[in-house]
């Protein structure tokens, strides 16, 4: 498997200096999951971050009378788990996989030893920010597009 190449396919990854594609991918390690296969539970000690190669990964959080809410629908070439690696060492949701699906798991310490290299550190805050722009992007168009064009619009990505 080329990591690096499937890394340089993923949007978030794109952009990044061969270097510090190369240094991420050394840290990369493949894990297939099954479908309905939970990857981490929320509240679980985090211990990496993840990438979805192929298959789908739902996040969700379960409310306090047990219900699921789904958080987000994590694509192949996305990243997700990023925030323990600044903002908790638990997971924050529960990961479980809608299909059969891929994914890259970059252990925590070893990607923390990456964000000391300045070269590195640089490029990931780039990664970030492209996520933080989307993800304004996505409240944006949250608010100017009415529930029904939404549902339209999820049907026809996911289905």
Known sequence: MDK???LQQFGYFRDI???????????????????REILF????RAHAV????HGRIQLHKTTADGKEV???VIKPGEMFAEVILFETDRFPVTA???TKSQVFLMPKHQFH?????????NDFISVIMRKQLYLADQIKYLVSHDVEDRLLLFLQENF
């Open 96 to 98: 479980t996989a809608l």
């Open 50 to 53: 993840y990438s979805c190669i």
């Open 4 to 6: 690096e190449k499937i």
């Open 17 to 35: 200096s061969n270097s510090s594609r190369k240094k991420l991918a050394d840290i990369c390690l493949s894990k297939s999951v099954e479908k």
């Open 41 to 44: 539970s929320e509240g679980e």
């Open 113 to 121: 030893c990456l964000l000391e290299q300045t070269d590195f550190r």
């Open 70 to 72: 789904v958080i987000k």
